[in-house]
């Protein structure tokens, strides 16, 4: 999903490339959207789901919660889908995340901020169409309650949700915890990534774009002191790769 203006179509752009770079077959890849300005054409468009929420949340990530919705709000989608956020790299294989416990309609990311807390991080998450419209209903019935309740709609989704499953924990890294290097030596060394990571998720910041230069925003002084990173070449190294392994398909598929 994507809307506003904190990420443009490039980001679209580059994860289907990371997408179709880690996939095998055939792959239907969705983004929606309130702005399909510049938007690859292998991009399938559709709107960003209607929510009934308050306008001071609209354009918050509770919005997200609008894809448990059923089919008819869905624009017709059913079966199981993988949700990426658009702020993630995708460095391994991702067909293994429809192998894995495919029984289990939503399958989600463990949130290392909160490790054994039983909530998951929405970054990365498959689901089932259909499987719990009772989280968007309950919401739009009555959303303040909610939203006050819990900080964050990925701890409202995990608490609420009568079936959760994990994803294995070296599958899916947070940058912040799992890549960058203890303090101090953030300061000389180049974050990692971690073996066996799929995918690394980058909540907050600093946006990959932003690793990827060296730039961690941060206005508070005392905070700059830790908040440090390092070049991390890899991610356009990722980016690059992606995007030639998608050129090499076309090629391909023309000859």
């Known amino acids: 999903m994507k809307w506003g ?3 443009g179509a490039e980001y679209v752009n580059r994860l289907y490339a990371m997408v179709r770079a880690n996939s095998f077959g055939e792959i239907r890849f969705v983004c929606m959207t309130d702005n399909v300005d510049g938007i690859r054409d292998e991009v399938e468009l559709m ?4 929510i009934a929420l308050p306008s001071s ?4 990530p509770w ?3 609008s894809l448990f919705g059923d089919s008819s709000r869905l624009f017709g989608l059913a079966g199981d889908w993988l949700f990426l956020d658009l702020d993630l790299v995708v460095t391994g294989n991702l067909d293994d995340f429809f192998e894995y416990q495919p029984e289990e309609p939503f399958v989600v990311m463990v949130n290392w901020t909160q490790p054994g807390s039983g909530i998951g991080n929405t970054s990365c998450y498959r689901f089932r169409v259909g499987s719990a419209t009772e989280l968007l209903a309950n919401l739009e019935h009555d959303p ?8 964050n709609s990925q701890t409202y989704i995990s608490k609420n949700i009568r079936r959760k499953a994990f994803w294995p924990d070296d599958w899916c890294a947070l940058f912040k915890v799992h890549c960058l290097p203890p303090w101090p030596r953030r300061f000389w060394m180049e974050p990692t990534i971690p073996q066996g990571a799929h995918i690394v998720a980058f909540p907050g910041n600093p946006n990959p774009h932003e690793a990827l230069a060296g730039v961690w925003p941060e206005n508070q002084k005392l ?4 908040k440090h990173v390092r070049p991390t070449r890899w991610i356009g190294r990722v980016w690059s790769d992606s995007e030639a392994h998608v050129v090499r398909m076309a090629r391909e598929a023309k000859i």
Do not use: E, G
């Open 5 to 7: 203006s904190l990420y």
């Open 47 to 50: 709107p960003c789901p209607d």
């Open 57 to 60: 949340h609209i354009n918050r």
């Open 63 to 65: 919005r997200k919660v």
């Open 144 to 151: 303040m309650p909610l939203i006050k309740k819990y900080t």
């Open 223 to 226: 905070k700059k002191i830790y």
